[in-house]
């Protein structure tokens, strides 16, 4: 049996490929979307209509330099982009069409003026499937 990575490759508009290090957390998620009439009656019975199956990856790196971080950030900031990691149901590598969410990242150590030095405690975001 293969032994699976958690390699991160994003496929940018102008199909430009960039390979994320490896995130020191994987969690991917699998959700439900439903429309907008899904709830319960008068009765109290719920009523779903779930019109799609997404995912999502949240993703956590550690102790980054400056650099590390500008090019996490970079490869992406565009508004969507299509990521292929390793999907948790089939346990394969799929490509998925997604945006990232809320971005946070701590700074840890900060000994100058000089930005390029700056080390980060981690990084943590998350890409959603549209």
């Known amino acids: 049996m293969a032994t699976v990575t958690t390699e991160l490759v994003v496929t940018k508009g102008n199909n430009n490929t960039v390979t994320l290090p490896y995130p020191q957390e994987y969690t991917p998620d699998i959700y439900d979307v439903d429309a907008a009439t899904t709830g319960?009656?008068?009765?109290?019975?719920?009523?779903?209509?779930?019109?799609?199956?997404?995912?999502?990856?949240?993703?956590?790196?550690?102790?980054?330099?400056?650099?590390?971080?500008?090019?996490?950030?970079?490869?992406?900031?565009?508004?969507?982009?299509?990521?292929?990691?390793?999907?948790p149901k089939s346990g394969t590598r799929q490509t998925y069409w997604v945006y990232v969410g809320d971005r946070s990242m701590p700074v840890y150590w900060y000994p100058s003026s000089d930005t390029t030095s700056w080390m980060y405690a981690s990084l943590s975001m998350n890409f959603i499937e549209m």
């Open 40 to 87: 319960r009656n008068a009765a109290g019975t719920m009523i779903r209509d779930r019109v799609a199956i997404k995912r999502k990856f949240n993703c956590k790196w550690a102790a980054l330099t400056q650099s590390q971080l500008t090019t996490i950030l970079n490869a992406t900031e565009e508004a969507s982009f299509r990521l292929t990691v390793v999907d």
